[in-house]
Nanobody, 127 residues
Framework: QVQLVESGGGSVQAGGSLRLSCAGS????????IGWFRQAPGKERESVAA????????SYTDSVKGRFTISRDNAKNTVYLQMNSLKPEDTAVYYC????????????????????WGQGTQVTVSS
């Protein structure tokens, strides 16, 4: 299994930006679909975005479309989540997760399909 480490979280004011990074170990990072998920206090974990193995397919939850961008650099074993126009409701612990796939363009935002998870990074947006 791939090991994942998130970074880049922090505290910002509404309207600000953050870029989260998800660094993976191993030489097979490019064989994994990567998803970003978040969990706010008292709420269920929700999917934010996901990117296919080759970066060719991306999927976003409706509440972040137009504000967040997921991308990956397989040469650096890293997936990014650029978050712009942040809102207080984006406050949560953000997790990245990985699942292997044979299809270069497959993407999923179902948490149950992912079997490797990072430890999470806190994002706090103040009004």
């Amino acid at each position: 299994q791939v090991q994942l480490v998130e970074s880049g979280g922090g505290s910002v004011q509404a309207g600000g930006s953050l870029r989260l990074s998800c660094a993976g170990s191993g030489r097979t990072f490019s064989s994994y679909v990567i998803g970003w998920f978040r969990q706010a206090p008292g709420k269920e974990r929700e999917s934010v975005a996901a990117v296919s193995r080759n970066g060719g397919t991306k999927s976003y939850t409706d509440s972040v479309k137009g504000r967040f961008t997921i991308s990956r650099d397989n040469a650096k074993n890293t997936v990014y989540l650029q978050m712009n126009s942040l809102k207080p409701e984006d406050t949560a612990v953000y997790y990245c997760a990985a699942r292997d796939a044979s299809d270069n363009y497959y993407v999923s935002r179902r948490a149950s399909e992912y079997n490797s998870w990072g430890q999470g990074t806190q994002v706090t947006v103040s009004s």
